[in-house]
């Protein structure tokens, strides 16, 4: 399989584009700095206005088994850590972060992991009287972050019974829920809020904690992928091998960054950086790429590999790296790029009663093409023409002809 003709948009793509639709000649840095904020703002924009079907995808989560092996000792203060709890009989994870501690049937937030056998409590969910060597516990974890890239999920379901589907609750009914089973057990219920790990992150949270080791798939809409990369195309040269998926470079500087982005070619010795097929107007250029392909793992500054093999061998070639725009370019394109000239129009007040019009419309075809079941072929007890219909039913009785 080849991606050479197919219709990636990248990056640099809608920001070219933005710029020639726009403002044509007058390139200036600051209307390309314009033309940055119009197409990140047009990204942010496109995916709010419908829950494409391009963005709904499978999560798949693992929970931990809860740890009850071993006994604790528990001091509020004075300590070699304040709220310290040492382990006894066994090693504590030290992926701590986020779990929480059962000790006599109340439930408290861990804080830091500091060693194999202490950890320290939160400040604010912690008990405040010391707790005597050879207590027991459980340690839980019923937080699991969610990618960021998550924007809902539908449904949650255990592998192991794929037809029970798992109970969404409000955000209330968990903390309740908690506080009455104060153990791990079979969840019974989770929702989807706020994370506690990393700032503006969400979660699934089960209630009660599980207590053993399983697998859940969740069913949701996500994000697009981040916009990182909008042009990186002047370090040294790249060669390739017909059917190998191996980039080499020579004074190339790939980083991890650039896995994800589309990656452009131009023809054999040809050192220049390629264009798209419509060339760059400000650079007054034409060198469309003679093959791309998306980068999918990074090895070192000079050798990444690519999601399809290559189909051409290349050598002392010129290349582009830019961050893939993630749409579905059949439905979504254009009314992407409306958007994209529509934000920058709203922010320069050139023609932007037009441009958002013409981008709502593009916006209403979009949504119409983004249909992509069309059920040509009803309920086998129904009548599958009008002719059928009319066929059976007898104009004197109502009934079938005999």
Not at 25 to 50: F, G, T
Not at 237 to 242: E, F, G, N, P
Request: charged share 20%; aromatic share 10%.
């Amino acid at each position: 399989m080849s991606l050479t003709n197919f219709g990636f948009l990248t990056f640099h793509d809608a920001f070219d584009h933005t710029l020639d639709q726009v403002v044509g000649s007058d390139q200036s840095l600051r209307n390309r700095r314009q033309a940055v904020r119009a197409v990140r703002e047009a990204y942010a924009e496109i995916p709010a206005r419908r829950n494409w079907r391009y963005y709904y995808r499978s999560y798949t989560l693992q929970t931990v088994a809860s740890q009850t092996t071993g006994t604790i000792a528990y001091d509020y203060t004075g300590g070699t850590y304040e709220r310290m709890v040492t382990l006894t009989g066994t090693t504590w994870p030290t992926d701590v972060a986020g779990r929480a501690l059962i000790i006599n049937g109340s439930r408290y937030g861990v804080d830091e992991y500091k060693s194999s056998t202490v950890l320290t409590l939160d400040e604010t969910d912690c008990p405040t009287t010391d707790v005597d060597a050879g207590t027991a516990y459980t340690l839980v974890k019923d937080s699991y972050e969610l990618p960021a890239t998550c924007r809902a999920i539908f449904t949650l379901y255990d592998t192991n019974a794929p037809g029970r589907l798992i109970p969404c609750v409000d955000p209330g009914d968990i903390i309740r829920e908690r506080r009455l089973v104060r153990g791990a057990a079979f969840p019974v219920m989770y929702s989807a809020y706020r994370g506690e790990l990393h700032t503006g992150g969400m979660a699934i949270h089960f209630a009660p904690s599980p207590s053993g080791v399983r697998t859940y798939q969740c069913y949701g809409l996500f994000h697009p992928a981040p916009l990182n990369i909008l042009d990186y195309s002047g370090d040294g040269t790249v060669a390739t091998t017909s059917g190998s998926a191996t980039v080499t470079g020579a004074g190339t500087n790939f980083t991890a960054g650039h896995v994800g982005c589309v990656m452009r070619f131009s023809s054999t010795g040809n050192v220049k950086i390629p264009t798209d097929i419509q060339g760059e107007v400000d650079k007054n250029r034409l060198e469309p790429f003679a093959m791309q392909s998306v980068v999918k793992n990074y090895s070192s500054a000079t050798s990444i590999g690519l999601e399809i093999a290559a189909d051409q061998t290349l050598a002392g070639s010129g290349y582009r790296i830019s961050s893939l725009v993630d749409i579905e370019t059949g439905a979504m394109r254009n009314a992407f790029l409306r958007c994209c000239e529509a934000k920058f129009a709203t922010t320069d007040r050139k023609m932007v009663e037009s441009r958002v019009a013409m981008y709502e419309d593009a916006l209403n075809k979009a949504m119409y093409a983004d249909q992509r079941v069309y059920e040509t072929v009803g309920p086998s007890w129904l009548p599958m023409t009008l002719a059928g219909y009319a066929s059976g039913i007898s104009l004197t009785t109502g009934g079938t002809q005999p």
